[in-house]
């Protein structure tokens, strides 16, 4: 039997669905409350209907609003400052050994370039370290 034109267009929307899961939230002073929510599906951003994974990056990533709202199954709600949030990115990242804030297959033109400005100021950082601690006066 055909589809119809109704069912033909949830088939394709529903092609790039994936369930998007939060396993566990990392201790950081801005996740403090949320340590509880373990392995719960992600189905809202700032209200809108979360697709799949990368869908939810790049939300997050162009994120203008004041908070960072995600809906999780349970009518639970996470809510997080926009720029306190993206501040403590590179923190958390450290503390916890995590090389990227998003995978090789999410990453955007805009995290790249944000990734390689933070390299960079980490590598200024260091090497402004060393030359302080190597310097000293010839008389």
Known sequence: ????????????????????????VLVADINIGYEDVVN????TFNGMPVKNLK????????CDDEYLKFGLEYNQMVVLQTKTAKAATLDILTTHCISSSVSDDLKTKENTLEEVHSMANDLRDTILEK?????????
């Open 1 to 24: 039997m055909a589809q119809s034109v109704d069912e033909q267009s949830v088939v394709v929307q529903s092609i790039d669905k994936k369930i998007v899961v939060v396993s566990q």
């Open 40 to 43: 719960n599906q992600v189905l």
């Open 55 to 62: 869908n939810l990056a790049s939300m997050v990533e162009n």
């Open 131 to 139: 030359v302080e601690d190597s310097c000293f006066i010839i008389l």
